[in-house]
């Protein structure tokens, strides 16, 4: 492919000829969207836009009739002697109400030493309960909670015969964000020398190994930035959506710079010009980045279609920290190389160095001379691996971890664990949304109260109690605790209990009268009853779309096909290690991981669609080389060797970059966070190693010249395929670019 006529080649020789003006532009372009974003802020989704099904709408709802009221309580447990009802416990009951009746951001307060209040009262006799509600929407709320919880903290201090704590949902989610940055920091700071130390080793000098983390760190920088005015648009998930863009990001912008720069290095090696090495680069590893980019992209579009505000607010993230990626690869790196030069290679590190100017990995050298002795043997062995690996997936079961898989060394799950244990089911209740015209009306008094007497003599379900109206009296708000943890057995069979019978059976016989559940069990079980209707349509999605791609690209109907079936067995066996890990229990202890029962359950799609776009990362760059070297002349057999040989040394390294990263995450203090990082970590590793350097090679080495087997084209295909074929022999047999 003439070098003057591809979209990377075009954008690299423009970059290279205005260097310092790709260069400024760029950083101008991070440092303004940086600001920008900084500026304008993200824009969060709110519990009532991430629900799903019946308990989104009751969310909507309450959200709607109670827009300033984020439930909190404090637990006030007497130690020793204190009891409720003792002078001791009494004061410090009053000396708290007082300190919270002073603040103007909390109302509805209720004491447990109102008449009328017993179910604040724990069954023990040793606990009692104070609610109240903070002013403010969910991101104000975090804002206003302060205040109570230092209200909180001197009644603690003033009284040391009882214990006094606070939990609530402006509470707890202050708390975890704060928990959730501290790791995504440490994540940060750990993995940048890291990958500096692995792209050393890469490219045996230290400019060459800084050049692409500079381009990954600004392209993260970029995308952050953007994403602020972005989510003013598709709100964004607050503590997590940073984190997936530093993980996508940072791995995709390393790797493109390092198949791009590897490349250009390797042709200066060869005796080409610089100008000349750089041309070629931009022509072969350039056009690589981009279908790559391309790929992947369209892998992570397919989570717009999970049916769920999250999966969207993470496809839109991964979409524009791949774009920003690929933007940068193709435009400021080529005028970074053509500044820097042979100077790229200061700073070199005299073992490494020498090492990579001998070319060609000799243990990757002998593993695919004898894979490709032994295609079919390879190919069993390989794929038989794989599948036993996969095979414990077909058991796996999806969890919503709840409370149970937080950090709880943290004061604030402390305190939830002591309420729990008081007040089962009481931090964390179900809440019944019933609408009506007037929910004072007699007829709607009356349900509501029927409806608490079934559910409490269900003994499924427990006090605490509680009935708000909302101003308008067009709603009310029904707090029932569960049985259970929240998510487990116990509370889905509660849950279904609510639902299923004491709602039709009370307030659903009051004619119009509406009656909704929402909660952390309810949201759970809507949410898993969402992915699992919408799995078969992002795979569909995701599969159909890297499939056209592919064979636009490669103009063969069998590359693409193998493509995804090599590229679900990496996913599969994926899948069957969170397994054994996570369910089965095996090494989950030196992850210092709890038992949550299972795997996340919005694990396996998320898991899907990110490893599909990252393995297209390297099975399209080593796919470009093998087209490359066929188009040149060799047959299919040799130009997978000469390709996989070539390529060997970039790919390992890109992948040991992401295995690294993804691995930090796997030691972070939230058991989601440890998935993420385990399933990717293994994913990457088992795609880099088995699937590209065993089962690539023997199924396209069984395959021969099948593997570019094409039916009867459409006529624009067709002279596509021709003028890209022709362009691609004369480039690589010109002498210069």
Do not use: C
């Given at each position: 492919?003439?070098?003057?006529?591809?979209?990377?080649a075009?954008?690299?020789?423009?970059s290279?000829?205005?260097r310092?003006?790709?260069i400024?532009?760029?950083?101008?372009?991070?440092?303004?969207?940086?600001?920008?974003?900084?500026a304008?802020?993200?824009?969060?989704?709110?519990?009532a836009?991430?629900?799903?099904?019946?308990?989104?709408?009751?969310?909507?709802?309450?959200?709607?009739?109670?827009?300033?009221?984020?439930?909190?309580?404090?637990?006030?447990?007497?130690?020793?002697a204190?009891?409720?009802?003792?002078?001791?416990?009494?004061?410090?009951?009053?000396?708290?109400?007082?300190?919270?009746?002073?603040?103007?951001?909390?109302?509805?307060i209720?004491?447990?030493?109102?008449p009328?209040?017993a179910?604040?009262?724990?069954?023990?006799?040793?606990?009692?309960?104070?609610?109240f509600?903070?002013?403010?929407?969910?991101?104000?709320?975090?804002?206003?909670?302060?205040a109570?919880?230092?209200?909180?903290?001197?009644?603690?201090?003033?009284?040391?015969?009882?214990?006094?704590?606070?939990?609530?949902?402006?509470s707890?989610?202050?708390?975890?964000?704060?928990?959730?940055?501290?790791d995504?920091?440490?994540?940060?700071?750990?993995?940048l020398?890291?990958?500096?130390?692995?792209?050393?080793?890469?490219?045996?000098?230290?400019?060459?190994?800084?050049?692409?983390?500079l381009?990954?760190?600004?392209?993260?920088?970029?995308?952050?930035?953007?994403?602020?005015?972005?989510?003013?648009?598709?709100?964004?998930?607050?503590?997590?959506?940073?984190?997936?863009?530093?993980?996508?990001?940072?791995?995709?912008?390393?790797?493109?710079?390092?198949?791009?720069?590897?490349?250009?290095?390797?042709?200066?090696?060869?005796?080409?010009?610089?100008?000349?090495?750089l041309?070629?680069?931009?022509?072969?590893?350039?056009?690589?980045?981009?279908i790559?980019?391309?790929t992947?992209?369209?892998?992570?579009?397919?989570?717009?279609?999970?049916?769920?505000?999250?999966?969207?607010?993470?496809?839109?993230?991964?979409?524009?920290?791949?774009?920003?990626?690929?933007?940068?690869?193709?435009?400021?790196?080529?005028?970074?190389?053509?500044?820097l030069g042979?100077?790229?290679?200061?700073?070199?590190?005299?073992?490494?160095?020498r090492?990579?100017?001998?070319g060609?990995?000799?243990?990757?050298g002998?593993?695919?001379?004898?894979?490709?002795?032994?295609?079919?043997?390879?190919?069993?062995?390989?794929?038989?691996?794989?599948?036993?690996?996969?095979?414990?997936?077909?058991r796996?079961?999806?969890?919503?971890?709840?409370?149970?898989?937080?950090?709880?060394?943290?004061?604030?799950?402390?305190?939830?664990?002591?309420?729990?244990?008081a007040?089962?089911?009481?931090p964390?209740p179900?809440?019944?949304?019933v609408?009506?015209?007037d929910?004072?009306?007699?007829a709607?008094?009356?349900?509501?109260?029927?409806?608490a007497?079934?559910?409490?003599?269900?003994?499924?379900?427990?006090?605490?109690?509680?009935?708000?109206?909302?101003?308008?009296?067009?709603?009310?708000?029904?707090?029932?605790?569960?049985?259970g943890?929240?998510?487990d057995a116990?509370?889905?069979?509660?849950l279904?209990?609510?639902?299923?019978?004491?709602?039709?059976?009370?307030?659903?016989?009051?004619?119009?009268?509406?009656?909704?559940?929402?909660?952390?069990?309810?949201?759970?079980?809507?949410?898993?009853?969402?992915?699992?209707?919408?799995?078969?349509?992002?795979?569909?999605?995701?599969?159909?779309?890297?499939?056209?791609?592919?064979?636009?690209?490669?103009?063969?109907?069998?590359?693409?096909?193998?493509?995804?079936?090599?590229?679900?067995?990496?996913?599969?066996?994926?899948?069957?290690?969170?397994?054994?890990?996570?369910q089965?229990?095996?090494?989950?202890?030196?992850?210092?991981?709890?038992?949550?029962?299972?795997?996340?359950?919005?694990?396996?799609l998320?898991?899907?669609?990110?490893?599909?776009?990252?393995?297209?990362?390297?099975?399209?760059?080593?796919l470009?080389?093998?087209?490359?070297?066929?188009?040149?002349?060799?047959?299919?057999?040799?130009?997978?060797?000469?390709?996989?040989?070539?390529?060997?040394?970039?790919?390992?390294s890109?992948?040991?970059?992401?295995?690294?990263?993804?691995?930090?995450?796997?030691t972070?203090?939230?058991?989601?966070f440890?998935?993420?990082?385990?399933?990717?970590?293994?994913?990457?590793?088992?795609?880099?190693?088995?699937?590209?350097?065993?089962?690539?090679?023997?199924?396209?080495?069984?395959?021969?010249?099948?593997?570019?087997?094409?039916?009867?084209?459409?006529?624009?295909?067709?002279?596509?395929?021709?003028?890209?074929?022709?362009s691609?022999?004369?480039?690589?047999?010109?002498?210069?670019?």
């Open positions: 492919m003439s070098p003057r006529r591809n979209l990377a075009r954008a690299g020789g423009w290279a000829a205005h310092r003006t790709a400024l532009g760029w950083l101008a372009f991070v440092a303004i969207a940086y600001l920008v974003g900084s304008v802020g993200q824009r969060n989704l709110t519990n836009e991430m629900g799903n099904g019946q308990s989104g709408r009751a969310l909507r709802t309450y959200e709607a009739a109670f827009p300033n009221a984020e439930a909190e309580q404090v637990l006030i447990q007497g130690r020793g204190a009891r409720p009802g003792t002078p001791a416990f009494e004061s410090a009951v009053r000396d708290l109400l007082a300190r919270l009746g002073s603040l103007r951001t909390v109302g509805e209720r004491s447990p030493l109102t009328g209040n179910n604040l009262l724990s069954r023990d006799g040793r606990s009692a309960l104070v609610t509600r903070i002013a403010g929407d969910q991101n104000q709320a975090q804002r206003n909670v302060d109570a919880l230092a209200a909180t903290a001197a009644a603690a201090r003033a009284h040391p015969a009882v214990r006094i704590g606070e939990f609530g949902t402006a707890s989610n202050k708390a975890l964000t704060q928990a959730f940055v501290k995504f920091r440490k994540a940060e700071y750990t993995s020398p890291v990958t500096l130390l692995i792209l050393l080793f890469a490219f045996g000098a230290l400019v060459a190994a800084g050049v692409p983390l381009l990954g760190l600004t392209a993260v920088f970029g995308a952050l930035g953007l994403l602020g005015p972005l989510s003013h648009l598709i709100p964004v998930s607050e503590g997590q959506i940073d984190s997936v863009v530093l993980l996508i990001g940072l791995a995709v912008g390393v790797d493109y710079s390092m198949f791009y720069l590897r490349r250009k290095l390797e042709e200066r090696h060869r005796g080409s010009d610089g100008e000349t090495a041309a070629r680069a931009a022509a072969t590893s350039g056009r690589a980045v981009l790559s980019g391309l992947v992209m369209t892998a992570m579009a397919g989570m717009f279609l999970a049916g769920n505000a999250v999966f969207s607010s993470f496809a839109m993230g991964t979409m524009l920290v791949v774009a920003v990626a690929i933007v940068g690869s193709v435009t400021v790196l080529p005028a970074v190389m053509a500044k042979d100077r790229l290679e200061t700073g070199r590190a005299p073992v490494i160095a090492r990579r100017e001998r060609q990995s000799r243990a990757w002998f593993i695919v001379d004898h894979v490709l002795a032994r295609p079919l043997l390879s190919l069993l062995l390989g794929a038989g691996a794989l599948l036993a690996l996969a095979l414990p997936a077909v796996m079961h999806t969890v919503d971890p709840g409370t149970v898989g937080l950090p709880h060394d943290l004061p604030i799950m402390r305190t939830y664990d002591s309420i729990q244990r007040f089962p089911g009481g964390l179900a809440t019944v949304v609408q009506a015209s929910v004072t009306a007699p709607v008094r009356g349900g509501i109260e029927r409806m007497a079934v559910a409490l003599a269900s003994g499924q379900m427990s006090g605490p109690v509680s009935v708000s109206v909302s101003p308008d009296r067009s709603v009310a708000a029904v707090s029932i605790s569960l049985a943890r929240g998510t116990r509370s889905n069979a509660a279904q209990t609510l639902r299923g019978r004491v709602i039709p059976a009370t307030i659903g016989r009051v004619p119009r009268t509406s009656a909704y559940v929402f909660g952390l069990t309810a949201g759970s079980k809507d949410f898993n009853d969402t992915m699992k209707s919408h799995l078969p349509l992002v795979f569909t999605f995701v599969l159909g779309l890297a499939f056209l791609l592919l064979l636009v690209t490669f103009r063969s109907i069998v590359i693409p096909v193998t493509a995804i079936v090599l590229n679900l067995l990496s996913v599969g066996a994926a899948y069957g290690v969170l397994t054994l890990v996570f089965d229990g095996y090494l989950r202890s030196l992850l210092g991981a709890g038992n949550i029962g299972g795997v996340i359950d919005w694990l396996p998320f898991l899907f669609v990110i490893l599909f776009g990252l393995s297209m990362d390297y099975h399209v760059l080593i470009s080389r093998i087209r490359e070297d066929h188009d040149r002349g060799l047959p299919t057999a040799e130009a997978v060797g000469h390709a996989l040989k070539a390529t060997a040394g970039v790919v390992t890109a992948a040991i970059v992401m295995v690294a990263v993804f691995s930090i995450f796997a972070l203090g939230e058991v989601a440890k998935q993420v990082g385990v399933g990717l970590a293994v994913a990457v590793l088992i795609d880099a190693t088995v699937v590209r350097a065993v089962l690539l090679p023997s199924a396209m080495k069984l395959l021969g010249e099948r593997n570019w087997y094409m039916p009867a084209r459409p006529a624009w295909l067709r002279g596509r395929v021709g003028t890209a074929g022709r691609a022999r004369r480039d690589v047999n010109a002498p210069s670019a």
